[in-house]
Every structure is written in C-alpha cells, then in structure tokens.
C-alpha cells in the first residue's frame, strides 16, 4: 500500500481498521516530501514535530476505542496566509518573513480539534496576488504534472502539493479564483465556499469583501469532508454566515435526473483554448447521460466583471495592506531621519513588485476625484453581475464553464505580463463578486495537461455542487 496515495475516506477506514497508524501515515509523508520537494517545492516550511504529536494522539484515541472524526491522523497542508499557532505566516512575503503566528485561524483550529495533522505551509503569490505562484518572495513552485509549467495561484504551493501526493488534502484562499485555477491546472477538486460560508479569521486578508477559504482534494469527497469540517459561523468573523448549512452525503447512486444545468454562453469566448473547450463540451455530454438537462443561458454583464474585479480587489487590498508598516511586527528598516521614512523604507524592502502595483492602483481608485468614476462605479457594476447569477439561478439549478482559458502555462511565460496574468482570471472573478459557491473539478485532458471544469450554483448550494461533482467523478473514472 502506497500511504502517499490514500484519499481522506480509504485512510480513515485504514487507521479504523490498524491496517496503519497515524504516525506511520505521517512518517510515510515526510518521508515523500523529503523526495519529492526537490522539484514540486510547494512548501514554504514543514512541521513534523507537532503533527508526529498530534498523530500519537491520534493513535492513542484509536487504541482507547474512541470514535474518530473522518479527519483524525489525516496529513492536511495549510496555505502561509492562513494562521498556525507557534509557526511562520510569511504570505509569502519578505515583509513577513520573521513573522510567527500568535494564534491559530478559525479553520485551523477546528481541524486540530478533530485531529488532523498539519505538515507544512505552502507557497503562494505574494500576500495572494497572481496567478501562477511566481510572485512569491522565495521561491517558485512546479507543477507535478510538468515541472515546466505553473501550478496556478495564487494557492499554487497547495494544489501541488495534493496532486503531487504531498499531503491527502489542503487548504488554500480563493479571493478570485486563487483554489479554482490551481485546482485545474494541477487535476485536483477546489470548493470557493459561499461568502461567509467559512470564518476568514486567522487568514491574512487581501480583499476582505472577496477572500474565502476553501478545500483541495484528490476527489469531490474528501474535500466535501474538509468543507463541512471547516464551515460555520465564527464569532470572531462577523461576515460569517450563522444559519444552517446542507452538507453532502455521498451514495452510490446519484441521480442527476430532473437537474437543470446552465451552460453560460459569456464563458464560451474568444481565447478560449480549442482542447478546454472539447473536454468541457464532453463533460456536458456526460452530464446529459447522467440524466441532466443541458440548457444555454446569458449572463450579459460577465463581460465586466475582470474590469470591476481589478478596481474592487486593488481597493481593499490598499486598505488592508497599510497595517505592514514596518512598527508593530514584521520586517522594520530603522534606517531613516523620521517615522514616514521608516515607513517607506520597510514598504519599499519588504513588498514584491505585484503588492506595490496593486496598492497604487488602489488608492488611486479610492482618491478624491476618483472615487465615483472607479470604486463606485465597479461596485455599481459588481450589483449587476449578482442580479445576472439571481436572474439565471430561477432557469437553471447550477452552471457548468471551464474554470480557466488554457491549460497550465510555462514558468516565466506571463510573468513579466500582469495584464496577460490578470485574464488567468477570466471564468473564476464574477462569482467571488456575487458571492456564489463555485468547485473546479478534473474533466479530462487537453495539451497533455489537466483541464478543470468550473460548477457554479446560488448562495449555499455547495451540497448540490458535491452532488453533481461526485456523479460525473464517479461516471467518468
């Protein structure tokens, strides 16, 4: 049995049964990555030390009898934007470098509640802005399905680590399809919850109307066991959602009949790659075999959203970004004749090229004389394109679209193109703005590389999403 393989639910039965411990599972990990990092390097830092803790712990459970949590001795990776007590949360980020978290984030809290192990923190764009991990300060991430390619972004370090059977399952931040888009460039699952679905406390925020944490799996069940286990409201986040959430219950029959899916002609464009677009026509297919109803559909103000999405995200990232100033913690250059050239200098050392581009933007938009011609404006915007989704959500029960224009391209390809990185973007920035859950999910191939196809649906319909997934995953394996 190769441990690194095991999906979340064949490792739970596993510990369940003594076929293995926990330490073994984490051991065997470790022992993968040591190996494996040479090339993939989607970890910033590992920490064997606690999650061997937390896998003893968990082996003592299962020899005291105890009923476990589906997540119990199960290695997770967490993206360094997210807070783990005792450990860095760079965001990738030399401003951050010597950062160490004070305390854990909401979602982190509840997975070592149950018992998960956290092996390490991954890769990311710098403070999670781009598209392909290249942004990061230190350094560049491969996809291990051709280590000339990205693995996407901006949460890049944790989708290869999952596709390259580095951890079973892993956590990233999808702000404008930063889970989405590496999902489908590495052939893994990645859930964007609901907004509010999901406590953002303890996560870095970049654009705090936008941000949500979400799951990467191998298959549409683990991470629907990883979503429900990280869901909820969360006193310390206001924004999260305090009702009940449905949660998905996989069976060996889904039935698809009488669902109605929306095939959004706006996502069918120019610049869309020739073989993205035949694999998401042959996942249609499949859908109508399982027993859907296949149904085009206009979404007219989709053709906006990018334009909205680089005005709102610039904005808040303006605002949130202002509280690193080189005083209360991370990198600090004394040198200076006052306190505003502390300040600058500090800025100036510590934030990548993509940071500063995108808080001048920001305040630029938000200035005096700006304001109503660009935030305003893009919010105006951003109202319409959540009218389109409420419109079409009457027609139709979801929506199916590729997840992104093209399959994973070269390192360095866009790198020194932020207009052409920002269209990565493309299929995955209009349901961030109108809050709506939406899952990548692997349908086939195209270039030799994975290709993604994106399900959207209404407000906290994630349990439908599962449904569908799970029903074309199991139909098309």
Same mark, same amino acid.
């Given at each position: ?7 979340? %639910?064949?490792?739970? %039965? ?33 920490? $064997? ?25 199960? $290695? ?65 991430? %491969?996809? $291990? ?19 390259? @059977? ?10 404008? =399809? ?6 489908? @460039? ?14 953002? *406390? ?84 499949? @859908? ?12 007219? %103000? ?10 709102? &995200? ?9 509280? @690193? ?36 933007? =920001? ?25 389109? *989704?409420?419109?079409? *959500? ?35 920035? $209009? ?19 994975? &290709? ?26």
């Amino acid at each position: 049995m190769n441990l690194s393989e095991l999906t979340i %639910h064949r490792a739970h %039965h596993s510990l369940l049964k003594k076929e293995i411990s926990a330490v073994e599972l984490a051991k065997s990990f470790f022992e993968h990555i040591k190996n494996s990092e040479k090339t993939i390097k989607a970890y910033l830092k590992l920490t $064997p030390d606690s999650a061997l803790d937390s896998a003893k712990q968990v082996d003592d459970w299962i020899s005291q009898g105890k009923e476990i949590h589906p997540l119990a001795g199960i $290695p997770i990776a967490i993206k360094d934007n997210i807070l783990v007590k005792g450990f860095q949360a760079t965001a990738a980020s030399k401003i951050l470098e010597n950062y160490t978290a004070s305390y854990d984030a909401t979602v982190v809290k509840k997975l070592k509640a149950v018992g998960a192990l956290i092996i390490g923190k991954t890769n990311l764009d710098e403070f999670a802005m781009g598209a392909s991990t290249e942004n990061s300060a230190f350094q560049l991430t %491969h996809n $291990p399905h051709d280590n000339s390619k990205v693995p996407g972004g901006s949460s890049g370090g944790s989708a290869a680590a999952v596709a390259a @059977f580095e951890a079973i399952g892993a956590l990233g931040s999808d702000t404008g =399809g930063s889970v989405r888009q590496p999902a489908s @460039f590495c052939g893994v699952v990645g859930l964007r919850p609901t907004y509010g679905a999901v406590s953002r *406390f303890g996560l870095i925020a970049m654009a705090s109307s936008l941000d949500q944490i979400g799951p990467l799996a191998r298959n549409t069940e683990d991470a629907a066991i990883l979503f429900e286990t990280i869901s909820g409201n969360d006193n310390f986040d206001s924004t999260s959602y305090p009702g009940e959430q449905d949660f998905f219950r996989p069976s060996k029959q889904e039935d698809l009949r009488g669902l109605k899916i929306g095939l959004p002609k706006e996502y069918f464009i120019e610049g869309l790659d020739g073989g993205v677009a035949k694999v998401i026509e042959q996942a249609a297919e499949n @859908f109508k075999k399982l027993g859907a109803e296949i149904k085009q559909v206009s979404l007219p %103000h989709t053709k906006y959203s990018l334009s909205a999405y680089y005005v709102i &995200v610039p904005s808040e990232v303006s605002a949130n970004l202002a509280r @690193f100033d080189g005083i209360r913690y991370g990198l600090s250059i004394h040198q200076g004749n006052d306190l505003m050239e502390v300040y600058l200098n500090s800025r100036e050392q510590g934030l990548g090229a993509e940071p500063k581009r995108r808080v001048m933007l =920001g305040t630029f938009a938000l200035s005096a004389g700006y304001y109503d011609a660009y935030y305003k404006k893009a919010q105006k915007v951003r109202a319409k394109i959540k009218e389109d *989704f409420e419109r079409v *959500f009457k027609e139709v029960d979801i929506l199916l679209s590729p997840t992104a224009p093209t399959t994973a391209f070269k390192l360095g390809e866009k790198s020194q193109d932020p207009l052409s990185m920002y269209l990565a973007d493309v299929f995955t920035a $209009p349901q961030p703005l109108a809050g709506i859950p939406a899952i990548s999910v692997p349908a086939g191939n195209a270039n030799g590389l994975p &290709v993604g196809m994106q399900l959207m649906g209404p407000h906290f319909s994630e349990a439908l999403l599962f449904k569908a997934a799970y029903a074309f995953e199991k139909f098309t394996v």
